[in-house]
């Protein structure tokens, strides 16, 4: 598929994240703007509000669009979504029709502030990246034998926290909690030192279910992909995650990129989990692919200073795909809605740069990276600025995910002093 061009002029280049190709969605808020939802077009943004208002997006007979979420959207269903894309892609297309009325509905991007675009109804995280999963495995357990025994067999996950899932841009705070160094026969409260990052795609569930569903109406239910870095505290993990899993350590936050790639932008670079060691039982069994080829880095700033980027991998590195993910979740008639997140677990390649978390970039702190300012890092220092950033890259086009960013805040004196 070649570009395809628009009467905003911006998004007809190569390199711009957001062609007619893309049109992710988004909430937003300018200086004299309420929060509600949008399109990204080039350097713009569609307010759907006001063009749903003027008539120009009139697809249910009921408002869409009167709320600064897009669960509604989400709770019309597959088919609705597709004419949806339809009509925006004929609003925008070059020599539309609708041009005239729909340029006065534009915002500019760099006017706009980004918020949440949908309502997380719950968040769970997985452990799906094989690279992550056997760097963390060599580190913490033994290299003979990196994987669990049940690794290759299913997606293994943990329930997080919705409450904890916030929009790129938002400042990190260090968290305390309990701790207990190896040096020290008990344990202490007291800030993390081990703060890291993971990064990770989030898929959007967008169908509601109740009850075990297959791997190709787990693939239908996914509304869209967002960039999410899972913010872990390593040190409040190791002590508190046996035998039950992380729950304090990554309680803190969650960040999100806020524009939701859907789909059918991603259509085109659908890929193949990687070759199966054991065959998966039926119900997991792949039936197509439903991996994606997207190019994913991430950049370290330090307070006031310039950026490094400290790893670049691609999401097809994972071993199980966001659809198998839902699918086993749904195995035990565990209910899913409209709104949960999934997390695919870290994404790692196979070398040293292509590792998703400072304690595999690091190796849990013995090799600390340098960066470009001369600084080192093991874990994460207050004031540093992390910055995901997501593109697939088509053949003249580009379908962006833009960033997710996020500023570690040093700790609270004492998170007990009223
Ligand atoms: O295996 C461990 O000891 C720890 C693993 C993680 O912290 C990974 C995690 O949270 C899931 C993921 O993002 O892959
Ligand atoms: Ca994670
Ligand atoms: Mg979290």
């Not at 990246?129 to 495995?137: D, F, L």
């Not at 190709?216 to 996914?222: F, H, V, Y």
């Not at 080829?293 to 200073?305: C, E, N, R, T």
């Not at 190796?363 to 997501?390: A, C």
Request: charged residues 20%; contains cysteine; hydrophobic residues 40%.
């Amino acid at each position: 598929m070649p570009l395809m061009k628009s009467w905003v002029k911006t998004a007809n280049s190569a390199d711009c994240p957001f062609p007619l190709n893309n049109l992710p969605y988004g909430v937003f808020e300018t200086a004299d703007m309420d929060p509600r939802c949008g399109v990204a077009i080039g350097d713009m943004i569609l307010d759907c509000q006001a063009a749903e208002e003027a008539g120009l997006l009139d697809l249910s007979g009921e408002p869409l669009f009167d709320v600064p979420f897009w669960n509604e959207v989400m709770e019309e269903g597959p088919e609705l979504w597709a004419a949806l894309r339809a009509r925006l892609t004929e609003i925008l297309a070059e020599g539309s029709a609708d041009q005239a009325e729909a340029e006065a509905f534009l915002v500019p991007q760099a006017d706009a502030t980004m918020l949440m675009p949908f309502l997380v109804s719950e968040y769970t995280d997985f452990y799906a990246g094989r690279h992550h999963a056997y760097n963390v495995g060599c580190m913490f357990r033994d290299p003979e034998n990196a994987l669990p025994p049940n690794w290759l067999h299913i997606p293994i996950g943990y329930n997080g926290r919705a409450s904890s899932v916030v929009v790129s841009g938002t400042d990190i705070r260090r968290p305390w909690g309990q701790l207990k160094s190896p040096d020290h026969a008990l344990p202490a409260f007291l800030p993390c030192r081990r703060f890291d990052l993971e990064l990770e795609m989030g898929a959007i569930v967008g169908t509601a279910s109740d009850g075990p569903i297959t791997l190709d109406e787990a693939d239908k239910a996914i509304f869209g992909y967002v960039l999410l870095n899972d913010w872990s505290a390593r040190d409040i993990q190791a002590w508190e995650y046996q035998p039950l899993g992380p729950f304090q350590a990554k309680a803190t936050a969650t960040s999100i990129s806020p524009w939701i790639v859907t789909k059918p932008a991603l259509e085109p670079f659908r890929c193949n989990t990687p070759a199966r060691e054991f065959e998966l039982l039926p119900h997991l069994r792949d039936t197509g692919p439903m991996l994606y080829d997207i190019d994913l880095s991430v950049s370290l700033a330090p307070a006031g200073k310039a950026a490094t980027q400290i790893a670049q991998t691609n999401y097809k590195e994972m071993y199980y795909s966001s659809a198998q993910q839902l699918a086993h979740h749904t195995t035990s008639g565990c209910p899913m809605n409209v709104g949960d997140l999934l997390g695919s677990g870290t994404i790692s390649g196979a070398t040293k740069s292509e590792r998703g978390s400072l304690l595999e970039l690091s190796w849990g702190g013995k090799e600390p990276l340098t960066l470009d300012t001369g600084e080192t890092r093991s874990f994460l220092e207050d004031g540093d600025t992390l910055t995901l950033s997501g593109a697939a890259h088509g053949d003249g086009y580009t379908i962006g995910f833009g960033t997710c960013t996020g500023t570690i805040l040093p700790a609270l004196d004492d998170p007990y002093k009223r």
